[in-house]
């Protein structure tokens, strides 16, 4: 069995923290459905490269195909609805940064 590396380690640990802090009302605001959708998508590569230890070769093509489109709908989301939502946002943003440090097996 191969060890965790301190990135898989911080992103459980980050993981944690944030399945056990609140999220966002959702509703029917465009904004809060982004964003909810971002949230999703990323607890589902989440749950599976912590399940691995690692990133299979078609999450890390997602991944890096999501990186390339960039967030900029998110990003104006959270502006837009201020904080806490601001925070939240931050959190799966860095959630996704320590996602792509992950080794791809």
């Known amino acids: ?10 992103l459980r640990r ?17 904004r809060r459905q982004e964003i909810a959708l971002y949230a999703s ?6 749950e599976a490269a912590l399940a691995r230890g690692a990133l299979d070769r ?3 093509t997602m991944l890096e195909t ?3 489109e960039g967030n900029q709908r998110v ?13 939240y946002v931050a ?6 940064d320590l996602l792509a440090q992950l080794p791809v097996r």
């Open 1 to 10: 069995m191969i060890p965790d590396s301190e990135d898989l380690r911080r």
């Open 14 to 30: 980050l993981w944690t923290e944030h399945v056990h802090s609140p999220a966002p009302a959702v509703g029917s605001d465009p």
């Open 41 to 46: 998508w990323v607890g589902s590569v989440v």
């Open 58 to 60: 078609n999450l890390a």
């Open 66 to 68: 999501r990186r390339a």
């Open 75 to 87: 990003f104006r989301a959270a502006g837009e609805l201020g904080e806490p939502v601001r925070s």
């Open 91 to 96: 959190r799966l943003i860095a959630i996704e």
